[in-house]
């Protein structure tokens, strides 16, 4: 058989599909963010995503979206189709059964059932399938992160934001910390709430800012999970969080030293209590991860303190950093930074990103860098 020819016409349907599977951000975890777009002659025929968990598969939407018969037209999908019975029936079926005579995918599913299962059905139907490389490839696999670190680790994807001073300052020598980013950063960071399965602090930054960690922005209806470390389970009950578990629901990751009576009130309020076990902090935050993977977050926007966060990363759990610079001097020996814990004894130690991006919002400047790759 000749070999399928990628042209710049199947990067520009790939690139449609990729779009479209991102507008669902926020709602399809512990699913992965699917598009598809169906060409027949030249001409979209019909375009689906997957929008939300439950819902039918992008494959399933761009079919039923058709506007003419797909029998011979070509599929485009960012990311591989679905063999296997869960909520909803197997993509693969559909395209078979639709006549769908080429399919081009963006990216692998990793999933143990899937890893490749579905385009190995298609070619078996006489279908022809080509898995795109280069940029559609890269754009694919960062697109579901997520999904991808789940997958493989069974632990959702850590993504640590922090807002800090030109000198790397996220509180000063008294601990004050409010505002350090703008307002158009504030807003920002309440749409990467909504775009994560859970948001993380620590005690101390529960107690000191008494946050309530929702998703504030006008137009979202879906909140986080938020997520207390507190080893000894001292969260106040006429805390924001507490009294708002039973809307939005709250779960404390305590030791196994916290007292019964604590996390039995706490439990009674509403509050999930999740008991992390491990010898120091850095392993009770993979035994934490472990647990919430469980309950299929996949996604973890982690925002603090220092000491939490550094747990995190002595632990090698952040994923992915976010860190808003504003143009601000704090100065003081002994004002905070963003990580603390151990951290590494030599610079040639030290984590190096794997790629990096800087964006000016406003006054400010957010840096985001990938540490690991899923």
């Not at 060409?39 to 058709?66: N, Q, S, Y």
């Not at 190995?120 to 280069?134: N, T, Y």
């Not at 439990?267 to 209590?273: C, K, L, P, R, S």
């Not at 040639?348 to 964006?359: F, G, I, N, W």
Request: hydrophobic letters at 45%; charged letters at 25%.
């Amino acid at each position: 058989m000749a070999p399928i020819t990628f042209t710049e016409r199947d990067a520009q349907h790939l690139q449609r599909a990729l779009e479209l599977a991102a507008q669902a951000r926020g709602r399809t975890s512990p699913n992965p963010l699917v598009g598809a777009v169906i060409v027949k002659d030249g001409r979209t025929i019909g375009e689906g995503l997957h929008d939300a968990a439950g819902a039918p598969h992008a494959e399933r939407a761009a079919l039923k979206a058709c506007s003419e018969d797909p029998a011979g037209a070509t599929l485009y999908v960012s990311m591989e189709p679905c063999a296997h019975h869960g909520r909803t029936p197997p993509c693969t079926d559909a395209i078979v059964e639709a006549g769908i005579a080429r399919v081009v995918i963006a990216g692998d599913d990793p999933s143990a059932r899937a890893a490749g299962r579905g385009p190995g059905i298609l070619r078996d139907e006489g279908i022809e399938v080509e898995l795109a490389s280069g940029e559609a490839a890269e754009a694919a696999r960062q697109l579901n992160q997520p999904f991808r670190k789940h997958a493989r680790s069974g632990r959702p994807l850590v993504t640590f934001k922090s807002a800090m001073t030109l000198d790397g300052k996220v509180a000063t020598h008294t601990g004050d910390s409010q505002w350090i980013s703008g307002e158009a950063s504030r807003a920002r960071a309440h749409r990467w709430r909504a775009e994560a399965d859970a948001v993380a602090v620590g005690i101390g930054t529960a107690n000191a800012d008494d946050p309530l960690l929702t998703a504030r922005l006008e137009g979202v209806h879906r909140h986080p999970r938020r997520v207390v470390f507190d080893s000894e389970a001292s969260l106040s009950l006429s805390s924001q969080l507490v009294r708002g578990a039973v809307e939005v629901p709250v779960i404390l990751v305590c030791s196994r030293a916290a007292k019964r009576a604590r996390t039995e009130a706490l439990e009674a309020a509403g509050v999930n209590i999740l008991v992390a076990t491990g010898e120091n902090e850095a392993a009770r935050v993979r035994s934490a991860l472990d647990a919430l993977g469980e309950l299929e977050i996949t996604s973890l926007l982690l925002e603090g303190g220092p000491r939490l966060a550094g747990a995190f990363f002595d632990a090698d759990e952040i994923d992915e950093l976010r860190l808003f610079v504003a143009p601000l001097v704090a100065g003081g020996r002994d004002a905070r930074a963003p990580l603390e814990g151990v951290g590494v004894a030599a610079i040639d130690k030290a984590r190096r990103a794997l790629q990096t991006s800087v964006e000016r919002i406003e006054d400010d400047l957010v840096i985001c860098a990938r540490l690991k790759e899923w």
